[in-house]
Nanobody
């Protein structure tokens, strides 16, 4: 079974940094794209950043210049380096991936369990 395991969340002061990690495990043929979403209480879930297996990246406008997404294809792992954190970055962050399974046509989508990021003011 494919699973996404997240780590790196926590409590930091405004201006601090955190690095989130998400590792995919299971029988995987290839990962087309991985990304990070976040959801704050009472707000809609939004895409923060994404990266393809080839390295193409996208970012939410409000995090550009502060967050950097990267990946290690050999480890099936995606990272989100978050610098200059602001209280408005406080949310549960979810890893998401689109992948191809061994011997199975099509693309499948999986979600991590979520990791809490809290930035104090």
């Amino acid at each position: 079974q494919v699973q996404l395991v997240e780590s790196g969340g926590g409590l930091v002061q405004a201006g601090g940094s955190l690095r989130l990690s998400c590792a995919a495990s299971g029988i995987i043929f290839s990962i087309n794209a991985m990304g990070w979403y976040r959801q704050a209480p009472g707000k809609q879930r939004e895409l923060v950043a994404s990266i393809t297996s080839g390295g193409t990246t996208t970012y939410l406008d409000s995090v550009k210049g502060r967050f950097t997404i990267s990946r290690d294809n050999a480890k099936n792992t995606v990272y989100l380096q978050m610098n200059s954190l602001k209280p408005e970055d406080t949310a549960i962050y979810y890893c998401n991936t689109y992948l191809a399974r061994v011997g199975v046509p099509g693309t499948y989508n999986y979600w991590g369990q979520g990791t809490q990021v809290t930035v104090s003011s």
